[in-house]
Every structure is written in structure tokens, then in C-alpha cells.
């Protein structure tokens, strides 16, 4: 880094030897004095801080690193200003005239602050930012800051300013002021206004519904943003008065009720989990939360006595800074859906617990759940098998397919089954939770003790719904031949069977793409349960006047009891049947050639075509093709979606790339040294500090 910054001086150097340093800035300055409209005298300032972030010929990476280059060209302009003081007086008319004819209030208050009152709104504006040319300069301060600093690195170099340029700056402002001028300074008057505008918006979001429901004040008065207002116009009174002492004592009342604020505002994310959440909401969290950062800075700009240059250059590289994210959609969503992908994730979490066996006994009634789950599928194959023979429309088979599924999963999950399928995307998230001590020793340990648990119970829920769905179609089948003489299934339905798991064609793809679906359903199930939560639907179904007339008060609570416990799982379950049968339905409709693979229902429809092709077929190729393609679509349908689920739970619990690659050798290590542990519930299987954890 010394290397090159020396480089660069040695550079900058030789370039001021060549003269034009020297002569675009003389060129810059000796125009000052010809700007006569606002209007040109904005465009001449934006033009001068282009000049002082050197968009030159420079190496980009030494700028990048170092971030030396515009606050140095800042401080060779403060000294060419101090050698030629008619140019000096010229640029501080120019600055002054600044100040006083443009409304600085929106700098305050909207740069880098959300402006809709809703996320839809919000990235519709954005939008409309990148689309539409840029308003006039002199509309307000906020564009004409966008139109200074443009440049994403801006925040590194005002924050890099020194002591000494920064006095010479604000020197600049007061230098041989006239008389014509009059009172050109509108700062105060402008951050007094903001706190204002910015205390009444922050004081509205805080006592809104919303908000107030999910607080500890049950008393609307009692709040820290109903007294807000109040402390801020006895701050604000103090101030007129320059009365040192009570001012002081008024900003230290009003940072309190600020702090107040932000202690209210985190019992609302405390109680996102009774209440729910929604994607509106947490833009409201952000919201408010930037608005009581931006009101707490600009407390802290007026109660300094002197002006502090690091305050300032910090708070206006911040301005800078978030005025850049303000713009970027990405990052707006990003900010938005990392809160809300949390709370989904967590309540995925509590049911994917239903899901792990971390000892033998739970690994004993794992395995019976899937037997059942297998044996309810093979009901379902053959239902699909009649639906394929009705030769309906593309729409309608998927219709009738997702009714069937839809129906099957429900079946499986009131009947307290299991579909093994089902669990990976479930189990990721409460994976995830174990992540929040793997910096300790014991936290790695339980991680990776998780892990072995949630790859055992995987593997004994597939295994438990293979083994039992091909006996039974076997056995459904058997019954049908002695009862009526004939196979249910067609040979040429069969022999097609066969060929859409054969590991040779396009299996392993369609099985991955299922995999996306499953995960999808894991999602929806989370979204389902804090749908429930937001829109308090227990209060609502067991308080429902309806449900008491018909099916009495008591009836009524277990009701809304039951989906309370129930309505991820039925959500879920619904979503991926509907998945299932219609997205390849529609997918062919547009031309794409996607298919689903799910590994229980294809081991069920194999077992129901092994008859139809008679014993001999077991000898053949094909055969055994397909029993390969079985093993990794299984493979696929688990490891994608399980994969999908623990992706975006690391990236809500913010796991940072050097503890990932530390529990993943972790994994790697237990692995090596007790690989059955991966499949059965031995030895050393279950650890003593997840044996408490489940305990508890």
C-alpha cells in the first residue's frame, strides 16, 4: 500500500509539472465570477467537485485503496484560493448563494431515508429515480448532493479530510461576506425544520397500530413516541434562547426519549414471533430506525458547541453513503427480506424439530411414520395411474394430479406419517439455529451432532417410505389381478415407468428441479404459519360468532387450535401437491421440457409396473437402470432441497464464508472417524449436550 501511494505522488507530482493541473483549475476558478444565474452556478460547483475527485488517468486501484487523491486536489484547492483572493471571494459568493437559495430541509430529511410509506411504493420509486432525468439542481439540496457526490468511493475521501482542509472549507462560507447578501445562512433554520418533519413522521410510524400492538405500553400516552414531540420543542426553545446549561440538559432529555424509542422498537421484533410479520412491516422497522439514527445525528451536529470536523465529515460521508443504497433496488430488498427471511426460517425451524431423531427410540417411530407416509403413497400412484388413463386435456390431468397429491400429503400429515421428502427443506432451518455458538467448542460440537442427526433421520424417513410404497402396490396390485384378471396398469404405462427413471435420461435433472419445489413448499409452510400469527386468526376463529352458533363456543377454540397447530403443515402440503401436478403442466405449455421426479411416488409407480413386466424384466438392464435412477433422484430431491433451505438460513443467521468453512470440516472430520453414525443411531451418536438440548 506505501508502494503505491508513493507511486501515485510521484505521478501526481509529474502531472502538476506538465501544468495542466494548474491549468484546469485556473480555467474552473477564473469562470466563478461569470456565474450569474443559480442555475449556472450549481452546474460551475458540480464541475469543480469533478475536478476535485480527479476523474483522470490515474491507476483506479491506488484511488480505491487509498483514497488520497480528491481530499488531496481539496486541499491544493484551499491553497490556490488562499493565493488568489479574488477567486476565493468569487467561489464564496457561489457557496453562499448555495445555502440561501436552495432548500436544504430534504437533505436532511430524504437523502438517504426511505421516502414511500410502503416497500411497493418504495421500489417504485427507486425505479422512477433510474428511469426519469434528474429534477433541476436548484429544486432542493438533496438532488444537487446526488448531482456533487455520484461516485460510490465519494464516502472514503470526505471521511479522509483533514483538520486543517476542512477549517479552510468552512472558511470559504464567511469570507468578505457583503451586506447585499443579507442573512444567506439557512443551516440552522433547515436542521431545526428537519427535526421536526423527521420527529412528527417517526412519531406517526412508532404510535401506529402496528407498532403499538406489539409494545408493553398499553397506554397510547405512555409511549417514548407520543413524548418525542414534546422533548424536542423544549429542545428546540433552549436552543433560541442560548441558554448553555438547560440546552445541554433538553438534548440529553431528548437523546433519553430517543433511546427510549429504539428500546421500544426492539420489543416489536421481540413479538414478531407472537404477532407475525410482513414484508411491509419490516420496512417500517427500517424506516423508523434510520429516522431515529438521522434525528440523533443532527442533535448531535447542534449541541456542538464548536464545529467538529470529524462529526461532520463522518455525518456527511453517512449522507453520502446511504444516499447510494437509497438508490439501489438490490439493496432495498436485500435490507428488507434479511429481517423477514429470519423470522420465516425460525418458524420453519420449530416444525423441521418435529423432524430430527436425535435417539433410537425417536429413529423407531421415524422409520414407522415414513412406513405409513409409503403406504398412503401407493394409494396415491394408483389414483395418478387412473387420472393418466382418462386421457384428459394437459390442464385438467394437472388439476386432478394436484388434487390427488394434495389430498395424499394432507392424509399423511393429519394421519401423523411422514413423507421423507418433505423433511430436508424442514430441518435446514433448525439446523441453522444450532449455528448461533459454533464459535465455542461445544457450539461446534452440537452443530455438527445436528447434522448427523438430521442426515440420519433423512435417510431413515426415505428409506421407511420406499421400503413399505412398493409392497404395497405390489400387494393393491395382486389383489386387483385375482379379482378381476388384469394388471391396474397398462404395459406400455409401465414400460414408461421404467424408462422416466432410467438414470440414463434426463431423471437426475427433473429430480433436482423437484428438489426446488420442495423447498419452495418449505417456504410456503413458514409463510403459512406467520400469515396465521399476523392476522391473530386464533382470537379471530375462536371468537368467530359463526363458528359459535354452529359448532358451539368450546368447538369453536379447539377449531382454531387446530390450524394454530396444524396450518404449516396443511399449507405445505397443499402447496407442494399443487406443485407437483401443475407446474410441469404449465411448464409444457410454454415450451419448457421440465418434468418432476419425486422419489416415493416414482419407487411406488416402479413397484406397481413390476408385475406388468413379469419376473424376467428383473434380469434386463433397464431394470436395474432404474432402480439406480431411484437412489439418485432420492439423492437430488433431499440434497437440493435441503441445500436451498440451509442457504437462505445461513444467510438470515448472517454465517459469515470462514465459519462456514469451519463447520463444514467439521462435518467432513465426524464423517471420517464415525461414518455409521450418518445412518444409524450408534456409539457416539448422541452427544450429551444435545441430549440436554432435547431434554429442554
Known amino acids: ?140 439540496l438533496g438532488y444537487l448532493f446526488w448531482a456533487l457526490f455520484p461516485d460510490e468511493k465519494d464516502p472514503v475521501w470526505i471521511a479522509s479530510i483533514d483538520h486543517n482542509t476542512f477549517e479552510k472549507v468552512i472558511e470559504l462560507f464567511n469570507y468578505e461576506v457583503s451586506s447585499e447578501e443579507g442573512d444567506w445562512n439557512r443551516f440552522i433554520d433547515d436542521l431545526e425544520d428537519a427535526l421536526a418533519y423527521l420527529v412528527i413522521q417517526t412519531r406517526a410510524i412508532g404510535l401506529s397500530p402496528a407498532f403499538r400492538h406489539r409494545m408493553d405500553k398499553p397506554n397510547f400516552r405512555d409511549s417514548a413516541f407520543f413524548a418525542l414531540m414534546r422533548a424536542l420543542e423544549e429542545f428546540q426553545i433552549s436552543y433560541r434562547q442560548e441558554n448553555r446549561e438547560g440546552f445541554i440538559e433538553r438534548a440529553s432529555r431528548l437523546r433519553l426519549v430517543l433511546w427510549e424509542c429504539r428500546r421500544e422498537l426492539a420489543q416489536v421484533h421481540k413479538h414478531l414471533d407472537e404477532y407475525g410479520v410482513s414484508i411491509n412491516l419490516v420496512f417500517q422497522m427500517a424506516r423508523l430506525q434510520a429516522y431515529l439514527k438521522r434525528i440523533d445525528n443532527l442533535v448531535e451536529i447542534l449541541i456542538t458547541e464548536k464545529v467538529d470536523y470529524k462529526k461532520v ?16 433496488i438490490r439493496s432495498l430488498i436485500s435490507q428488507n427480506s434479511t429481517l423477514l427471511a429470519r423470522k420465516v426460517v425460525e418458524r420453519a425451524a420449530e416444525t423441521g424439530e418435529h423432524y430430527i431423531t436425535r435417539t433410537k427410540e425417536e429413529y423407531r417411530r421415524m422409520v414407522s411414520a415414513a412406513a405409513g407416509g409409503g403406504a398412503i403413497t401407493a394409494g396415491t400412484v394408483y389414483i395418478k395411474t387412473a387420472i393418466l388413463a382418462l386421457g384428459l386435456s394437459g390442464f385438467m390431468t394437472g388439476f386432478f394430479a394436484s388434487l390427488n397429491y394434495a389430498i395424499s400429503f394432507v392424509t399423511i400429515h393429519l394421519a401423523g406419517f411422514t413423507l421423507g421428502t418433505k423433511q430436508p427443506a424442514m430441518t435446514a432451518p433448525a439446523l441453522a439455529e444450532k449455528m448461533r455458538d459454533v464459535d465455542t467448542p461445544e457450539g461446534m460440537e452440537s452443530f455438527v451432532d445436528e447434522v448427523t442427526h438430521i442426515i440420519r433421520s433423512q435417510v431413515a424417513s426415505v428409506a421407511g417410505n420406499v421400503l413399505l410404497v412398493v409392497p404395497v402396490t405390489l400387494l393393491i396390485d395382486t389383489a386387483f389381478f385375482f379379482l378381476f384378471g388384469h394388471h391396474i396398469m397398462s404395459h406400455e404405462t409401465a414400460h414408461h415407468s421404467f424408462e422416466a427413471v432410467d438414470i440414463a435420461g434426463p431423471a437426475v435433472l427433473y429430480a433436482a428441479f423437484t428438489g426446488v419445489l420442495l423447498w419452495l413448499s418449505s417456504i410456503a409452510a413458514g409463510w403459512g404459519d406467520n400469515w396465521y400469527a399476523l392476522y391473530s386468526l386464533r382470537k379471530t376463529l375462536a371468537r368467530s360468532p359463526t363458528l359459535k352458533v354452529v359448532f358451539g363456543k368450546v368447538n369453536a377454540r379447539r ?45 411406488g409407480t416402479l413397484g406397481a409396473a413390476i ?57 467432513l472430520k465426524r464423517l471420517v472417524h464415525h461414518p455409521l453414525t450418518f445412518l444409524l443411531p450408534v456409539g457416539a451418536a448422541v452427544s450429551k449436550s444435545t441430549a440436554e438440548g432435547r431434554s429442554h
Not at 502538476?16 to 442555475?39: F, M, N, P, Y
Not at 453513503?321 to 437509497?326: P, Q
Not at 441445500?643 to 459469515?656: D, M, Q, S
Open 313 to 328: 465529515t463522518h455525518f456527511l460521508a453517512t449522507l453520502v453513503e446511504e444516499n447510494h443504497d437509497l438508490r439501489s
Open 1 to 140: 500500500m506505501f508502494k503505491q501511494l508513493k507511486d501515485y505522488l510521484i505521478r501526481f507530482r509529474q502531472y502538476k509539472r506538465s501544468g495542466k493541473i494548474h491549468s484546469d483549475l485556473d480555467v474552473l476558478l477564473s469562470s466563478a465570477s461569470e456565474q450569474r444565474t443559480l442555475e449556472d452556478r450549481l452546474q460551475w460547483l458540480v464541475r469543480l467537485l469533478q475536478w476535485v475527485r480527479y476523474e483522470g488517468h490515474v491507476d483506479s486501484h491506488i484511488e480505491t485503496e487509498t483514497g488520497k487523491i480528491p481530499s488531496a486536489r481539496l486541499r491544493y484547492l484551499t491553497m490556490v484560493l488562499d493565493r488568489n483572493l479574488e477567486w476565493k471571494k468569487s467561489v464564496a459568493v457561489i457557496l453562499r448563494s448555495v445555502v440561501k437559495n436552495v432548500s436544504g430541509i430534504e437533505l436532511y430529511t430524504e437523502t438517504g431515508l426511505p421516502r414511500e410509506v410502503g416497500v411497493l411504493g418504495e421500489i417504485w420509486d427507486r425505479l422512477t429515480m433510474k428511469m426519469l432525468p434528474t429534477p433541476p439542481l436548484d429544486y432542493e
Open 611 to 667: 408385475p406388468v413386466m413379469g419376473s424376467e424384466y428383473l434380469h434386463n438392464w433397464e431394470f436395474w437402470r432404474a432402480i439406480i435412477g431411484i437412489f439418485f433422484i432420492g439423492t437430488f430431491n433431499v440434497s437440493v432441497s435441503f441445500g436451498l433451505a440451509l442457504l437462505v438460513a445461513i444467510r438470515a443467521r448472517a454465517i459469515n464464508t470462514t465459519q462456514r468453512r469451519a463447520l463444514r470440516n467439521a462435518v
Open 559 to 603: 377449531i382454531a387450535l387446530f390450524f394454530e397447530k396444524n396450518i404449516s403443515g396443511l399449507v405445505g402440503n397443499i402447496v407442494l401437491g399443487v406443485m407437483l401436478g401443475m407446474v410441469p403442466e404449465i411448464l409444457k405449455f410454454v415450451g419448457i421440457p421440465l418434468d418432476v421426479r419425486h422419489v416415493t411416488l416414482s419407487s
